[in-house]
């Protein structure tokens, strides 16, 4: 397998995350999105949304979209439930990390430390909109792990891995997580979890 | 079964519709979003992210997230792949949807038809990009159609009725379809399948 990822990416950290759980062995191909590498012509045609990261199998098809990715590669193992309803509660947790977490608690990250936003009076007000979004997706996830160890099914899985790899960086888009005691606790259990790997220390096996 | 939605909603008409095609039965139960209804403690206990669509199962337990509800209701039917890969690419396309369309398309033709945008220097300069945005979305989307009748394995499945959701009303967003052959092809393609009922005619069986 071959990894197309930007090493900063926090989507691409979830999928090199479950691949060390896994201990899956892959090829790491760094793209830089900074400079517009996910916009040539080879790269759109791996994923025609111009986006990293995009996994490609053994086969050469490729998949995109982190959390595809996730469900793809956790089949069949500890990382993805086994009852129905458990299964479409993850799905329920990816769908909100994407569309209610994410593009606030990322996109605040990527502006501020990773891009260095241009400051408009437009783009502030914007991070300001963005900031207030993500404290209240921080909020909803606060009240559900007050009393639970793990999103779903009482179980480490692929919903954890993906609300974590943008939470565990959410000081870094200018948000204070002293206020949610319940996410530290669960961040923290996270980390603990046997094979984990940093967003810094990870390695292509 | 029964559905917590909001009328105009493209993410509760998918599960309208997906419901149509399975010939399921259950109890409409419309919220309205603008005046606050999905931020009542009541509503709160089954979707504590405060959104429709929601569905109540018959036993009390409730889903959110649409796409969640379109893998939960759609599993053991023909609008739900065999083949793994197939599965993860439905996936794929159901992120692409939530993450680069949606919060385009959708957000576009929330604030010009259903919420009437205030019109401020900042909202118009917004709507801007989601237009161009949601442009971009819809170029993916011909791309990928061109010389293919549906999403994922040549065959009408939960991909197609999530996209199909919003994009049928682009136009109530400002976008116009008029270049997008392949996606008015796919469009008339989805209107033809067997049990289809439109957002204004569904109701609940």
């Known amino acids: ?40 012509a080879s790269f759109l ?75 408009t009076a437009f783009n502030s007000e914007l991070l300001k909109q963005k900031q207030a979004q993500g404290r209240a997706a921080l909020e909803v996830m606060e009240r559900h792990l007050s009393g639970r160890d793990f999103f779903v099914a009482g179980r480490y899985g692929i919903s954890d891995i993906a609300l974590y790899a943008y939470t565990h960086l959410a000081n870094e888009g200018g948000f204070d997580l002293e206020p949610f005691a319940a996410i530290r606790g669960w961040l923290a259990r996270v980390r603990s979890q046997p094979g984990h790997v940093t967003i810094h220390e990870w390695r292509a096996a």
Chains 1, 2 share one sequence.
Do not use: C
Request: aromatic share 14%; hydrophobic share 35%; no cysteine.
């Open 1 to 40: 397998m071959r990894l197309f990822d930007y090493p900063m990416s926090g989507n691409g950290y979830k999928v090199r995350l479950l691949l060390a759980h896994l201990g899956r062995s892959y090829t790491y191909v760094p793209v830089d999105i900074l400079r517009g590498e996910t916009r040539t």
């Open 45 to 119: 045609e791996k994923n025609p949304n111009g986006r990293i990261p995009v996994l490609e199998l053994d086969d050469g098809r490729y998949l995109a979209e982190s959390n595809a990715i996730l469900y793809w590669l956790s089949q069949r193992s500890p990382y993805w439930p086994d009852g129905a309803f458990d299964q479409a509660q993850v799905l329920q947790w990816l769908f909100f990390e994407q569309y209610s977490h994410e593009p606030n608690v990322a996109t605040a990250r990527f502006w501020l430390t990773v891009k260095k936003l241009e400051n």
